[in-house]
């Protein structure tokens, strides 16, 4: 009995619905949670995406896996893009998944909260294992890219300090693909040469995407390697990376990083400068203490010699009259003309002295009497008062029939003003 049925085969009707749903769907935007996320050692990424009514198989490639920014994790709500492929084997269609991306934070932000949480988790951003900078930095190292802006700051702030340190440049991108291995191997380097004292990680600002490389896993843990303490100097104020954190210490800018590192050795200028100047102030002040100490004993000589000389008069005086007493006649002559000699001495000192003084009395007088506006009255010139205490020095100070006080040399004149002249009137003498 022959059979009106058409019977396909499983093979044939899975190719038939393969070839409609490739074809109904060839790049489709899904949008879902994920869930029993798998990510296999191939490479590649098997997930479902869920909404409250229905599931998708999805899968993610490795080739596409690896250019992801975040983790996809479960639970995370994302936007999936790809295409309907069957997969033959277990009769399952499934999205094979072309871009994939967070929904709300962007991926990069998303990626950045993911690694950041992991590496605080870790420890990396704990501040005990933060490193204090050098003192006194003898070569300082400088990853950075060797065409960019930030490398002529940090050199020339460098170069305005301290212009004789040791600098080694370990040039590298610091924006783009591949440029976060870049700097991690421009760290490592500069580890290798042992003798770096100091590390300066950075470049000048940007968006989040410009600043990327200082985001990634590789730069983080090549910094938490180092032996060096790092400064890392990305971006401007407002930027903060994945660095940031990890470094030993966060500079706002590479310019501020720069004075970050050599700010010591610019206080021990300064130090050195004050210790300079006091030691100066050291060293004349017992000279200036010796000067006081000379002109004391200098005083004292001074006044020991008069007393002396007082106290050797007193005994002559005792020696001649005790010659007296005693009656020789020869012994008293004698005594009487030292004595004579002695008071001789004594008053020709007496008259230089004085004769000093009177013509240092007579200079101050004269000085005294050059400066005195009695002077200036003596020689024939006068002084005008108005209300007996305000001077006079224009016409414009009195009135006609003001009163007004005329000191002479000799007495005063009362007057009341006739008139007054803007112009000088006096003889020209």
Not at 165 to 182: P, T
Request: glycine share 8%.
């Amino acid at each position: 009995m022959t059979s009106d049925r058409a019977v396909l085969s499983v093979t044939e009707l899975t190719q038939r619905l393969r070839a409609v749903l490739e074809e109904r769907f060839p790049a489709v935007w899904v949008e879902g949670e994920i869930s029993n996320f798998r990510l296999y050692g191939s490479g590649h990424a098997y997930f479902t995406l869920k909404d409250a009514d229905a599931q998708l198989r999805a899968v993610l490639f490795r080739n596409r896996a690896r250019r992801l920014k975040f983790e996809p994790a479960d639970g995370l709500s994302v936007m999936a893009f790809g295409s309907v492929e069957v997969y033959a084997q277990r009769g399952e269609y499934q999205l094979v998944v072309e871009l994939l991306e967070p929904k709300g934070l962007g991926a990069l932000q998303l990626a950045f909260e993911q690694l950041k949480a992991r590496l605080e988790a870790e420890g990396l951003f704990d501040a005990g294992r933060k490193r204090a900078l050098p003192r006194f930095p003898r070569k300082i190292g400088i990853v950075t890219s060797p065409s960019g802006a930030a490398l002529r700051d940090i050199l020339r702030v460098i170069g305005r300090r301290f212009g004789d340190l040791h600098i080694v440049i370990a040039g590298c991108r610091v924006q783009g693909d591949g440029a976060a291995a870049e700097i991690a191997q421009a760290i490592r380097d500069l580890d290798a040469l042992g003798d770096v004292d100091v590390v300066i990680v950075g470049r000048g600002g940007g968006s989040l995407e410009d600043l990327w490389a200082f985001n990634e896993e590789v730069v983080a843990r090549a910094i938490a390697a180092s032996t060096a303490p790092v400064v890392s100097a990305v971006g401007h104020e407002v930027d903060f990376t994945i660095a940031d954190f990890v470094a030993d210490l966060r500079a706002p800018t590479p310019s501020a990083a720069a004075e970050l590192v050599v700010r010591e050795k610019q206080a021990v200028v300064d130090t050195l400068a004050d210790l300079r100047q006091r030691l100066g102030r050291a060293m004349t002040r017992p000279l200036r203490d010796l000067e006081r100490r000379v002109d004391d004993v200098v005083a004292r000589l001074r006044r020991g010699g008069r007393g002396e000389l007082a106290r050797a008069e007193h005994r002559l005086q005792l020696v001649a009259a005790g010659l007296r007493s005693a009656s020789p006649f020869a012994r008293v002559e004698n005594g009487r003309h030292r004595l004579d000699r002695v008071q001789a001495r004594m008053r020709a000192e007496l008259r230089h002295a004085a004769v000093g003084a009177r013509h240092r009395l007579a200079a101050a007088v004269g000085r005294l009497d050059s400066l005195s506006p009695l002077a200036v009255l003596g020689r024939g010139y006068s002084l005008t008062l108005a209300d007996a205490r305000r001077i006079v020095r224009s016409w414009r100070d009195v009135r006609p029939g003001d009163p007004v006080r005329v000191l002479l040399h000799e007495g005063s004149l009362d007057c009341r003003v006739d008139a007054t002249r803007e112009q000088d009137d006096r003889p020209h003498v």
